[in-house]
């Protein structure tokens, strides 16, 4: 007789998020350029909590109420209104450290939202900085896995895509995978995981945040594993570090 073992999904856009069952399963909210990366950066670096709002004007509200952090970005730019943006590299411990950010983002913080809404068990999320704190929690909690990639306004982009394909990479012998969009994933980055920095240079988000802002840096944080290794789980409306899940670093 054969070991049960949960079903791992992945779905391409947030337009697509209603076609999966999300109760009983663990969502992991991806969105590689920037806000997952930011999260992972800023907890990482000592944030008390990460509050994700859908709305520049929560943001605002919220942050004055408990006084933290306002921060985001609409269409690549730090949102209008708000002094702090969606830069990984701008939450360094002297900036970030015990206090707690308002992030809302254009893709990333909505997608968290709608996996929310449609009564997803548990959420966290992911990107390169933390794959490996991520890969690690999936495999202990032996729960059903959608893979959510936040894309871009609905669109499918491919550094998401990128990120569950290494996921499933590590994940998939303890998880039963019938779904052919994380084989995709999975055949694309292990296709490219060896000049992935050439590779993400093609992409349409990086031409929108490189050509038109100048955030190489930020990109190169963006696919490096391993640099923020740390679990944000959500909880309450807040994103914490789950402290069970302890991983090296990349170094």
């Known amino acids: 007789m054969s070991e049960f073992k949960p079903t791992l999904f992945t779905c391409f856009s947030p337009n697509l998020l209603h076609l999966y069952d999300v109760s009983d399963t663990i969502v992991v909210i991806i969105d590689v350029f920037r806000a997952t990366s930011t999260i992972a950066a800023a907890l990482k670096n000592g944030a008390k909590c990460v509050i994700p709002v859908d709305t520049v004007a929560k943001a605002v509200e919220l942050s004055r109420q408990i006084d933290g952090i306002a921060a985001g ?46 009564g997803a068990d548990a959420i966290i999320t992911g990107s390169f900085p933390n794959l490996d704190a991520v890969c690690k929690y999936l495999i202990e909690q032996k729960k059903n896995v959608l893979l959510g990639c936040a894309g871009w306004k609905d669109r499918y982009n491919l550094e998401d895509t990128l990120f569950a394909g290494a996921v499933i990479e590590q994940v998939r012998d303890h998880f039963s995978i019938h779904c052919d969009s994380s084989l995709t994933a999975e055949l694309l980055y292990r296709q490219q995981k060896e000049r992935l920095p050439e590779f993400v240079s093609s992409l349409t988000h990086y031409h929108r945040l490189v050509e038109r802002f100048g955030l190489i840096e930020d990109i190169r944080f963006c696919i490096t594993p391993n640099g923020a290794n740390v679990l944000p789980i959500y909880r309450d409306g807040k994103l914490l570090i789950e402290p069970t899940v302890a991983v090296r670093e990349q170094g």
């Open 73 to 118: 970005e609409r269409d690549g730019k730090i949102a209008d209104g708000l002094a702090h943006g969606n830069s990984p590299l701008e939450y360094h411990p002297s900036f970030i450290e015990g206090k707690i950010l308002v992030l809302t983002t254009t893709n990333g913080t909505r997608l968290l939202h709608m996996a929310l809404e449609n």
